[in-house]
C-alpha cells in the first residue's frame, strides 16, 4: 500500500505542476481510527495529505457532481463506474477528468481490519473500467456467486421475508447517512425532503422507514455499482445494500446490465426502443 501512496503522490505532484488539472480528489487520514475521509488537495504542499490503504471506502464520485473546474480523482474500481454514471448523467464531463486508477484489493470493514467489506469480497470489478493513468499493474479479479445473498432472501416465504426486513430497517434512525455517502443521490431536493406532493412522512412510522428505503433503493436500479458506500457510512451498521442488490440482481438477469462498465450506454430504466421485443411499450 506504501507503493500506491507514493505513486498516487507522485502523479498528483505532477499533474498539479504542469497544469493538467486544478485539484486533486483523494483520501486523507481521517480523524477516526480505520477511516479515511475524502480531501481536495490544490497545491504541492498538501500533497503528503493524500494516502491509500484499506480504509479508502468513501466513494469519490461523489465529489463530481456539477463540477466545473477540472480534476484528478482517484477511482478503485467502483469508483471508476460511478464516474462512468455521473458522465452518462451529464454531471461532469470526461474531459474535465484525469482518473487515476487504483488496482483494487477491496476494502476492510469499519469495525474489523482483518475482515473484506460484504460488497468487496464479491466484488468482480477491482480494476478500474476507465482511467487516465494506473498506480500498478492489474490485480487479478474473482468470479465468485455475487448473488448468493440475494437469493437466500428470494427463497424466503412471505411471512419470513416480512420479519426479516422489519428486523433490517428496525435500528434505522433516518440520518440519511446513506443516501449522503452515495454518488447517485444527488438529486437537488430528495423526495424525502420534498413538501408539494410529500411522498413519505417525515417521522419514524416504521411505513415511512421503510418508503424511504424502498424508494431510494428504485432510485439506484440500474445505477447502482455495490460499491458499499452507503453501508460503510451507516452508524447503525445496517445492511441497506439488500435492497439495492436486489435490483442489480434483476437488471443482470433480464437485460446482462451492469452499471458504469463504459459512458455510452444508457441504464435500460432510462432507455426504451420502439422495436422492443416485449410489447409493453405499445
Ligand atoms: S467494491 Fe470493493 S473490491 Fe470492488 S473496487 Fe470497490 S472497494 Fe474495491
Ligand atoms: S445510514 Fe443507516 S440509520 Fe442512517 S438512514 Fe441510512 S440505514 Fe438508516
Ligand atoms: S446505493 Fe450504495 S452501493 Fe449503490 S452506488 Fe450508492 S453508495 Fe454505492
Known amino acids: 500500500m506504501e507503493a500506491y501512496t507514493e505513486k498516487i503522490r507522485e502523479i498528483s505532484e505532477r499533474l498539479l505542476k504542469d497544469g493538467t488539472v486544478e485539484a486533486v480528489i483523494g483520501y486523507r487520514k481521517g480523524s477516526v481510527e480505520n477511516s479515511n475521509e475524502p480531501c481536495i488537495v490544490r497545491s504541492s504542499e498538501k500533497i503528503n495529505d493524500l494516502v491509500w490503504d484499506s480504509n479508502c471506502r468513501i466513494n469519490l464520485a461523489n465529489y463530481l457532481t456539477n463540477r466545473k473546474d477540472k480534476v484528478a ?123 408539494k406532493p410529500q411522498w413519505v412522512g417525515k417521522g419514524m412510522d416504521p411505513i415511512d422507514v421503510r418508503t424511504y428505503h424502498f424508494l431510494r433503493a428504485y432510485h439506484c436500479a440500474g445505477r447502482c455499482t455495490d460499491c458499499g458506500a452507503c453501508e460503510s457510512a451507516c452508524p447503525q451498521g445496517i445492511n441497506m445494500r439488500h435492497f439495492t442488490k436486489k435490483l442489480e440482481k434483476e437488471c443482470f438477469d433480464q437485460f446482462a446490465w451492469e452499471a458504469g462498465l463504459n459512458s455510452e450506454e444508457r441504464p435500460p430504466l432510462d432507455t426504451f426502443k420502439l422495436d422492443d421485443p416485449q410489447t409493453f411499450i405499445k
Open 73 to 195: 480523482i482517484i477511482a478503485k474500481g467502483c469508483d471508476s463506474r460511478n464516474i462512468n454514471t455521473q458522465i452518462i448523467e451529464n454531471k461532469i464531463k470526461r474531459d474535465q477528468l484525469f482518473i487515476i486508477g487504483v488496482p483494487c484489493s477491496g476494502m476492510t470493514k469499519k469495525e474489523d481490519s482483518s475482515d473484506l467489506q460484504e460488497n468487496c469480497k464479491v466484488c468482480h470489478h477491482k480494476n478500474p473500467v476507465v482511467y487516465d493513468e494506473l498506480v500498478a499493474a492489474e490485480v487479478e479479479e474473482t468470479k465468485v456467486d455475487r448473488y448468493e445473498d440475494v437469493k437466500k432472501i428470494e427463497a424466503m416465504g412471505v411471512e419470513e421475508k416480512w420479519e426479516f426486513f422489519k428486523d433490517l430497517l428496525e435500528p434505522c434512525t433516518r440520518c440519511y447517512a446513506c443516501k449522503n455517502a452515495c454518488p447517485l443521490c444527488y438529486c437537488p431536493t430528495c423526495f424525502v425532503d420534498e413538501s
